[in-house]
């Protein structure tokens, strides 16, 4: 039987001032769960993971936000940052660096969107609704559709979904501009900035949450790349 890719996933750390859940790490298991349908197996990954090469692509999951202290969010920007882990910015920055120099496939979602824009250089709005949004983005319970998502025509978004579709999101950031070599591939009817993508061809941000409504097509493309860079990886 043909060995699966593996793809290393991305969790919370629970709240260490909490005595009965320190140090406990966290991650809805939709995104295992729906990589495993499509021909991967995942792995939750710990904060001190550094067996880089033993993965063939990594997917950054949702989460809480970057730290203000590391530059994503421009100062004038009113609204709060959450749910802040410092712990989480440190490892998963260390992650990406690791993954992006191997060119491994990456795959974000929410945060993992943001992430990926962070990294390369970009901002992220802090809060929406303090930016002037007034669109809902938080469903609830999670996996009602809110929004339109509609992709820019010739991107690799677009070859995904097919054209506007209604889509799950859980945010209250989103990607402000976008860093290098990064373009915008989807937004919301109001402009908020839905997807992007890195001109490498293999980088893939999502704002909303597709593995909510069991949208397979990015995680088979992630997935048909993860296959490639194990092949590559084992020769």
């Not at 469903?139 to 097919?162: D, M, N, R, W």
């Not at 949208?215 to 296959?227: I, S």
Request: with cysteine; net charge negative.
């Amino acid at each position: 039987m043909e060995k699966r890719p593996l793809i290393g996933l991305t969790p919370y750390k629970r709240d260490p001032a909490d005595p009965n859940i320190a140090n406990h790490y966290h991650q809805n298991e939709s995104y295992a769960n729906i990589l495993h349908g499509v021909g991967a197996t995942a792995v939750y990954l710990p904060y001190d993971f550094d067996d880089w090469d033993i993965l063939d692509g990594v997917l950054f999951c949702g989460g809480g936000d970057i730290m203000p202290n590391r530059g994503a969010y421009d100062a004038e920007d009113g609204g709060e940052a959450q749910n802040l882990c410092d712990a989480r910015d440190e490892f998963e920055t260390r992650l990406f660096h690791a993954a992006n120099e191997r060119e491994m496939p990456i795959l974000g979602i929410c945060r993992g969107c943001q992430l990926i824009n962070y990294i390369y250089g970009g901002k992220i709005v802090k809060d929406m609704a303090a930016f002037g949004y007034k669109e809902n983005h938080r469903c609830a319970p999670f996996g009602v559709t809110l929004h339109t998502v509609i992709p820019v025509e010739g991107t690799l978004v677009e070859k995904l979904l097919g054209g506007p579709r209604e889509a799950a999101s859980f945010h209250h950031q989103s990607v402000k501009t976008p860093g290098r070599g990064l373009v915008v591939s989807a937004t919301s009817p109001e402009g908020v900035i839905e997807a992007i993508e890195h001109e490498n061809g293999r980088i893939l941000g999502l704002q909303f949450h597709p593995e909510r409504l069991g949208w397979t097509e990015p995680f088979e493309w992630f997935v048909n790349l993860a296959k490639e860079y194990k092949e590559k990886r084992e020769k």
